[in-house]
């Protein structure tokens, strides 16, 4: 028998038969507050389970079932949620995890589609291969995550903290990422021929201060207003890109067409490599 109690009052929530919670079934469970810290809950189903401001820190949740969960507010700093299921494409079903504690947790080959992640705190975690289209991250702080080739095809990023990201090799198309901070961001490739996707993607005033982006694929991009101070473009593809009134202060555009880029009011004269076209006007 396992015992499940608050983490506070050490009330009993729950008992569960069984020597482990590997594969348990805690469907629709009333376990807010539970202390679950450390504990082996492996391909366990948690769906439509109340779990708010549960603590969770180290525990491993493998391929576990939280659709339909709530963890507002909880604790999972360093546990483990590989190819957790936490995503689906019907809004209803969805986990929420908004302003949970993720850092340095491992959510490699997780489906987080249109989950709801804000206010989060991820900083450090592993979001390698990760399928989180659609997903909301507003306000979150993603700092030094890993996630190569991971999915954030129309996720909403908007304001979150990506600085020193490895975002190689992934997919943000129509992605939401205005005002989002992408200092030091790695958008290259692992591979030689590879390239990071930001294609339709949103990023008016977002800060890219030394970020590296060399090779993207930002075709139709906003980077209205955006920093691109000291940003490394080098063979970027940028067709129908919005550069107007960004800062381009040192950033290097080596091998970049410019013909249909929208440069209005950027000021490209301190700029590296630019072969700005003759009839391109409103240029600072």
Do not use: W
Request: net charge negative; charged share 20%.
């Amino acid at each position: 028998m396992v015992e499940i109690k608050h983490k506070e009052t050490g009330e009993l929530l729950a008992s569960i038969e069984g020597d482990s919670l590997v594969g348990a079934d805690l469907r629709d469970m009333r376990l807010n507050g539970a202390d679950l810290q450390g504990m082996d809950l492996t391909d366990a189903n948690l769906e439509f389970s109340d779990l708010v401001g549960a603590n969770l820190q180290g525990a491993t949740l493998t391929g576990a079932n939280l659709l339909s969960a709530h963890l507002n507010d909880a604790n999972l700093r360093t546990a483990n949620l590989a190819r957790v299921r936490a995503g689906t494409e019907r809004p209803a079903n969805i986990a929420v995890l908004s302003g949970a504690d993720l850092t340095d947790a491992n959510l490699e080959g997780a489906d987080l589609r249109k989950a709801e992640i804000r206010f989060a705190k991820l900083e450090r975690a592993r979001l390698t291969g990760a399928d989180m289209r659609g997903a909301d991250f507003c306000h979150s702080n993603l700092s030094q995550v890993a996630a190569t080739r991971a999915l954030f095809i129309q996720a909403n990023l908007r304001e979150t903290d990506l600085s020193s990201a490895d975002l190689r090799d992934s997919h943000l198309n129509d992605a939401n990422l205005v005002q989002a901070n992408l200092v030091q961001a790695d958008l290259t490739s692992s591979e030689a021929n590879g390239f990071t996707v930001l294609n339709l993607a949103n990023l008016e005033g977002a800060n890219l201060t030394d970020a590296r982006l060399r090779n993207v694929s930002a075709q139709d991009a906003n980077f209205r207003n955006a920093n691109l101070t000291g940003v490394d473009l080098a063979n970027a593809v940028l067709g129908g890109a919005i550069l107007r009134g960004a800062i381009v202060t040192g950033a290097d555009f080596q091998g970049v067409q410019l013909a249909s880029v929208t440069m209005e009011f950027a000021n490209f004269s301190t700029a590296r490599n630019a072969k700005i076209p003759s009839y391109k006007k409103n240029l600072r």
